[in-house]
């Protein structure tokens, strides 16, 4: 099975508490997600609940085609204020492994994403991850920096 890697950087001019309150908050991600995956939390929890290592976070989407399917992550890794992992136990690709990594910086919070991930069916998801997987997933995270930018600002460069 091959696997891809997905790397992105972004730095955001919030507090490192803000960030991690924001994103550490599973209702959020569909803040962030473009609005054609029809991304939907299903998982029962209060706005203020926040990850912790074990926790299952169900999602509705639809990746490709308006087709919808279950979606299932487990949040496996929390350092408080400095990265957590999610995992994929069920959904569309064969493997799913993305860290979330916050750094406080001058002016805010860079924050580093690390996707490794990998299509089932062998040659033909290999074929369709060159043809269309990979440019979908980068378009979600560059949605996902504006999107960002949109709630919290530019960080200003010096």
Do not use: C
């Amino acid at each position: 099975m091959k696997s891809y890697v997905l790397k992105t950087e972004q730095a955001i001019p919030i507090t490192l508490d803000m960030a991690w309150d924001f994103f550490s908050s599973p209702l959020n991600l569909a803040r962030i997600t473009p609005p054609d995956m029809g991304f939907v939390v299903t998982s029962d929890y209060a706005a203020d609940t926040k990850i912790y290592p074990g926790m299952i976070i169900t999602y509705k989407i639809a990746p490709l085609l308006g087709i919808t399917m279950n979606w299932m992550t487990e949040i496996t890794h929390v350092a408080d204020k400095q990265y957590f992992t999610d995992e994929q136990r069920f959904g569309p690709y064969a493997m799913w492994h993305h860290q979330h990594h916050f750094k406080e910086i001058e002016g805010g919070v860079l924050m580093n994403d690390i996707l490794h991930y990998a299509i089932p069916y062998g040659i033909i998801g290999r074929l369709s991850n060159s043809l269309f997987v990979a440019n979908k997933v980068k378009e979600i995270f560059e949605f996902r920096e504006k999107a960002i930018e949109g709630i919290f600002g530019k960080m200003q460069r010096t």
